[in-house]
Antibody, heavy 118, light 108 residues
Framework: QVRLVESGGGVVQPGTSLRLSCEASGFTFAISGMHWVRQAPGKGLEWVAFISYEEGKNSYADSVRGRFDISRDISKNTLYLQMNSLTVEDAAVYYC???????????WGQGTLVTLSA | SYVLTQPPSVSVAPGRTASITCGGENIGIGGVHWYQQKPGQAPVQVIYYTSDRPSGIPERFSGSKSGYTATLTISRVEDGDEADYYCQVWDSVVDHRLFGGGTRLTVL
């Protein structure tokens, strides 16, 4: 069955960087689009970034464009989110999710928590 | 960019029908997708392409759309349906996904 497992969250200081990982299994990762979605404490879902199975087709929310970079390693079935210049507004649980044709997100991981603390 | 508007909360008695709306100018163009999120858990897709149900989702969950408003309907509501529900659309022009603000469903 489809399984997505995030890791890499933790407590970091504003202005620093962090890389999140999402290990995928149970489906053909190489031909699947993937997303990162975040949820600040007590808040709603916010879409962050998407990477297509077609090379070079990435997209980002305005709030993270230029600071975050989504990438993937097909050989490791792993999705990444490199987060730079972190601010307190980036504190959230970060979920990875698989893209379903038509624009929805059909399977989600359990999330990894990013906390910002000075 | 546009906004998807959901009511913050909906309350319903067990066994009754709950309707959660999602409004926005982009609703009329493409499919609308719905997710259920229980406390401390990851979201689960309950409706895609406006009215299709993923495998394993009860038939009590249905979706529809009219004009610029989409609706998630939950029939014969159970205690276990208490959760936050989010609608979502795809802005294909910029290849962004957009979530509504979420609706907390309370089973009385």
């Amino acid at each position: 069955q489809v399984r997505l497992v995030e890791s890499g969250g933790g407590v970091v200081q504003p202005g620093t960087s962090l890389r999140l990982s999402c290990e995928a299994s149970g489906f053909t990762f190489a031909i699947s689009g993937m997303h990162w979605v975040r949820q600040a404490p007590g808040k709603g879902l916010e879409w962050v970034a998407f990477i297509s199975y077609e090379e070079g087709k990435n997209s980002y929310a305005d709030s993270v464009r230029g600071r975050f970079d989504i990438s993937r390693d097909i050989s490791k079935n792993t999705l990444y989110l490199q987060m730079n210049s972190l601010t307190v507004e980036d504190a959230a649980v970060y979920y990875c999710a698989r893209d379903r044709e038509g624009g929805s997100l059909d399977y989600w991981g359990q999330g990894t928590l990013v906390t910002l603390s000075a | 960019s546009y906004v998807l508007t959901q009511p913050p909360s909906v309350s319903v008695a067990p066994g009754r029908t709950a309707s959660i709306t999602c409004g926005g100018e982009n609703i009329g163009i493409g499919g609308v997708h719905w997710y259920q999120q229980k406390p401390g858990q990851a979201p689960v897709q309950v409706i895609y392409y406006t009215s299709d149900r993923p495998s394993g989702i009860p038939e009590r969950f249905s979706g529809s759309k009219s004009g610029y408003t989409a609706t998630l309907t939950i029939s014969r509501v159970e205690d276990g349906d208490e959760a936050d529900y989010y609608c979502q659309v795809w802005d294909s022009v910029v290849d962004h996904r957009l979530f509504g603000g979420g609706t907390r469903l309370t089973v009385l």
